[in-house]
């Protein structure tokens, strides 16, 4: 079975609100077996840029990437992130 990933970039312009998102998501993440690879830090970025954030977040599958995102935990978590950001979200299964 392949792992599937989160692959999150994003522009945060409240933090503050942001942060409510992240320490929500977090524990739903866990719950759904999700391991974070990345999340935040220094990145440069080639060829095009847009967001100042990245976040990559590892599943044991696809079926498990897209049920934690379906959640209604999680959507009910997303509300703080569509106030305070603007991201752009891929779920993509691995080779």
Known sequence: MSKAYW???????NPEEYSKYVQL???????????FLIRG???????????????????NSFEDALNCYKSSEYQ???????????????IVKGV
Do not use: C, M
């Not at 998501?25 to 391991?35: E, Q």
């Not at 830090?41 to 599943?59: L, M």
């Not at 009910?76 to 891929?90: E, I, M, Q, T």
């Open 7 to 13: 692959v999150v970039r994003a522009n945060i312009n």
């Open 76 to 90: 009910s978590a997303l509300k703080f992130a569509k106030n305070s950001s603007k991201r752009y979200v891929s």
């Open 25 to 35: 998501a977090t524990d739903i993440i866990d719950k759904h077996n999700g391991h």
């Open 41 to 59: 830090g220094n990145q440069v970025e080639f060829e095009e840029s847009g967001y100042e954030r990245t976040v990559v977040v590892e599943f």
